[in-house]
């Protein structure tokens, strides 16, 4: 028996644990570490499911290849290795890189040598064809800083702001709204609230965070650009924005060009459409805006997983451009990546660039490459459509693609029709069922690894700094391997040169995943070797401030370009209540987390027994409405597709709006019953018929539905 400290990477709140581990190098108990100073002891339900993860009997331990009937056999890691470079190889030769595509699933988000490994793969094999999750999550992040521009100062945290309006997300559950709240949410946000933070909650659920609102806003689903539209015109007819901020950083002109753009969202209006009091949208604006006060807008999956989700990402961010509320020259900044190099705090626009106007449009939907990745909403038909480009071979890194795009159906004919599909995951999940080969990684425990960043964008509200080295031995007798192995072995079969964090590799020698880790920190602000000296990780005070403005920083918030007014003139012209169009749809189905469950990975026994399918969650006046009881199977349909569903009575939804959460299910048409594993929302769901400008996200919140009681019904 051993006493071992690590820490949590199933999301991004990297909460630091202890572990007892036995002789057999099995963990028997693991528990959150109160001695961290961040995560001070918490560990959610996910995170404490280690050993059944790690051990139980849904876990994949040797490499498979699926046979022409359809079997799965196991093959030895090395053998798979030759066969899958084999075909990548001819693939190569007949049809060039780019039919061979990389995909980044959240599962190798989450691990560092494997999110970094798979884009230094692909630029060795020189094919375009990279996609993560991440453009099917809240890439509309990315299309506003290259189109209004961003901050390089950061925002302030909760901790020491006045007011923050937290708009579609839960971070209560999902402990994922980045710099805001993440490990140990409750207790930090009432924290907050006694320091005399107020809270603004805009979301169509009276959701655990809305709990703790001052002012709760619950809108239909898909409002966000008419709501966001409606708070910046009482705030720039109240003259309560920052005009000192805005004549430094944004445009000439450009708060003039964004107060006639919202002119026509009048609070009533808004209320009408979105479902909620004028007077509330007023108070809202108020309580945000009124006085000189400091904290921001934060916002995540709603708005982006609803139409018009790139509009809704500029306008809310508008909201903090207005008011000025980021950090200023000086300002403390206690969210710095302590394992990459020193970001340049700045008080200073990063300029907007549309990079995506410089690219040649995908030949789906003129969709763009942005920073690099392909659009996931368009990954189906990319490997669908015939011609120069299309896609024939998918190394999937850890992405339920089956559960996670959008029109199941499509995805899953893309997926039979592929050459060659590697699934790198622990589980038999959907995806890996349609795949040529499944190799199962090392899980987090047995991997050595530093916390999630995205370039040096900090998740944590604080200065993390946390390494772990591989805490345990994977099973005996079993073959499991890190994930970025399989890039590697495939690179050097292939004959490619991997640059890995700017470094070019020697390819003859294999390293080990801390040397890569090494690579990754060389230029850290705080070293490794500091770092390691904090098992589980430690807050690090770190004393960086907002440099002040250069001379030669011209960049400003472009806050209203032209297309950008276009689409919100658009808004404008719709009928109120646009979401019963184009036929009558009774209901809008929402987006929504489960606390106990981490997206499509619900396989495991202790996981299954909490939660054995997803339900829709109806307000109690709609069940009766609908004649129906809760408990009752219902059939959700939506103008793409239908799926089955138990409906489960929720007071905290809003009437009209169900929700149901994503990536359960099996394969289509599979006979796994509903009542064991649930079903896929994204059978509802098409690009074909929704979709963003530029990025191709689907509408995957909001959908128009109607609840149908089965023929069988008792009231039938
Ligand atoms: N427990 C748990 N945690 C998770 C995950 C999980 O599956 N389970 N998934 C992780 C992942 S991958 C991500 S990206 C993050 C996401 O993190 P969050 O964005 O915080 O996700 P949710 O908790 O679903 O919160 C989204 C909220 O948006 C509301 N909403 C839906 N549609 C709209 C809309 O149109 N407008 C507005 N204003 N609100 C809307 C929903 O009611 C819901 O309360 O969570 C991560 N954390
Ligand atoms: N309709 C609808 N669709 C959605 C969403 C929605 O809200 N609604 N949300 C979207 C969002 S935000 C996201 S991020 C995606 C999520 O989509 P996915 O990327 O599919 O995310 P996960 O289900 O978290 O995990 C992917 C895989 O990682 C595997 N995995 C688990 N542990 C490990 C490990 O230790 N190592 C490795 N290598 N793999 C592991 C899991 O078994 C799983 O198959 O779904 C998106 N799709
Ligand atoms: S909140 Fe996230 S990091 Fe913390 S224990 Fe849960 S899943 Fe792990
Ligand atoms: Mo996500």
């Known amino acids: 028996m051993r006493e071992a400290k690590s820490f949590c990477r199933i999301c991004a709140a990297a909460c630091a644990v202890k572990m007892t581990i036995d002789d057999d190098e099995r963990i028997v108990s693991i528990r959150g570490d109160r001695d961290n100073p961040m995560s001070r002891g918490y560990a959610c339900f996910k995170g404490l499911q280690a050993e059944d993860a790690h051990h139980g009997r849904a876990r994949l331990l040797h490499p498979l290849k699926r046979m022409p009937d359809g079997s799965f056999v196991e093959i030895p890691f090395e053998q798979a290795m030759d066969e899958i470079a084999a075909k990548l190889d001819a693939i190569r030769a007949r049809h060039g890189a780019n039919a061979i595509a990389g995909f980044n699933g959240t599962g190798s988000i989450m691990n560092v040598t494997a999110s970094t490994m798979i884009p230094a793969f692909m630029k060795a094999l020189g094919s375009t064809a990279y996609f993560s999750t991440t453009t099917v999550d809240q890439s509309a992040k990315y299309i506003t800083l290259e189109r209004l521009g961003g901050w390089a100062g950061g925002r302030p945290s909760i901790d020491t702001s006045d007011v923050a ?77 920052d005009a000192d901020f805005c004549a430094r950083f944004v445009e000439p002109g450009g708060v003039e060009r964004l107060r006639q753009a919202v002119e026509p969202f009048t609070p009533e ?45 500029h306008m809310l961010t508008c909201i903090n451009v207005v008011c000025g509320r980021y950090r200023r020259a000086g300002d403390e900044c206690r969210d710095v990546v302590t394992w990459r190099p020193l970001r340049d705090f700045r008080e200073e626009v990063i300029a907007p660039v549309r990079s995506w106007e410089k690219t040649a449009p995908s030949r789906i939907r003129g969709a763009k490459i942005i920073f690099g990745e392909m659009m996931a909403c368009n990954f189906a038909d990319e490997i669908l459509t015939p011609g120069e480009g299309q896609i024939r071979a998918v190394l999937n890194g850890s992405c339920n693609l089956v559960a996670a795009l959008p ?27 349609l795949s040529h080969y499944v190799i199962p990684p090392k899980m987090q425990y047995e991997r050595a690894d530093l916390p999630i960043a ?12 946390a390494y772990t080295p591989e805490m345990l031995k994977p099973p005996p007798g079993s073959e499991v391997v890190d994930d970025w192995r399989v890039y590697w072995g495939l690179a050097q079969r292939l004959g490619l040169n991997i640059t890995y964090e700017g470094r070019a590799m ?141 409906v489960e009575a929720d007071a905290s939804m809003k009437p009209g709006v169900v929700a149901m959460s994503h990536a359960w299910g099996d394969l289509p048409d ?47």
């Open 454 to 465: 995205v370039f040096t964008l900090c998740f944590t509200p604080e200065s993390l700094g």
């Open 165 to 241: 309006m937290i708009v579609g997300s839960n971070p209560l559950v999902s402990h994922s709204l980045t710099g805001c709240l993440t490990s140990d949410p409750t207790k930090r946000l009432k924290k907050a609230k006694a320091n005399g933070l107020k809270l603004i909650v805009i979301d169509p659920r009276v959701t655990e965070t809305a709990h703790y609102a001052d002012v709760h806003l619950q809108p239909y689903p898909g409002e966000d650009p008419t709501i966001a539209a409606g708070l910046l015109r009482v705030i720039l007819a109240n003259d309560w924005h």
């Open 269 to 313: 209006y808004v209320a009408r459409r979105a479902g909620i009091a004028a007077a509330k949208l007023v108070e809202a604006a108020t309580l945000f805006a009124n006085g000189n006060k400091r904290g921001s807008v934060f916002f995540a999956t709603g708005p982006s997983m609803s139409a018009r989700s790139n509009l809704a990402d």
């Open 506 to 646: 020697d390819m003859t020698r294999t390293p080990t995943t801390d040397e890569l880790i090494e690579l990754i920190t060389r230029d850290a602000v705080v070293s490794l070797d500091e770092i390691k000296k904090h098992p589980g990780g430690t807050v690090f005070d770190l004393g960086v401030k907002v440099n002040p403005t250069r001379p030669e920083a011209t960049g400003r918030f472009d806050v209203m370009p032209d297309d950008i007014r276009a689409e919100l003139a658009e808004v404008a012209g719709e009928a109120v209540r646009v979401h019963s169009a184009p036929r009558a749809f009774t209901h809008l189905l929402a987006v929504r987390r489960l606390r106990n469950v981490w997206n499509s990975v619900h396989q495991m026994v202790t996981v299954r027994a909490k939660y054995p399918y997803n339900p829709v969650w109806v307000h109690p006046d709609d069940i009766e409405r609908l004649g129906i009881v809760a408990g009752d199977k219902i059939e959700i349909e939506s103008d793409h597709g239908r799926i089955p569903a138990i």
């Open 407 to 433: 029109d199941q159906r499509k995805v899953v004919r893309a997926l039979n029709e592929l050459d060659l599909l590697v699934t790198i995951d622990p589980f038999m999940t959907p995806t890996a069922k």
């Open 670 to 716: 599979s006979e796994a019953a509903y009542e064991n594993g649930g079903s896929n929302t994204s059978l509802l769901i098409t690009g074909e018929k929704y979709h963003e400008p530029i990025n191709s996200m689907a509408r995957l919140s909001g959908i128009p539905v109607n609840l149908r009681r089965l023929p069988n019904h008792p009231s039938a």
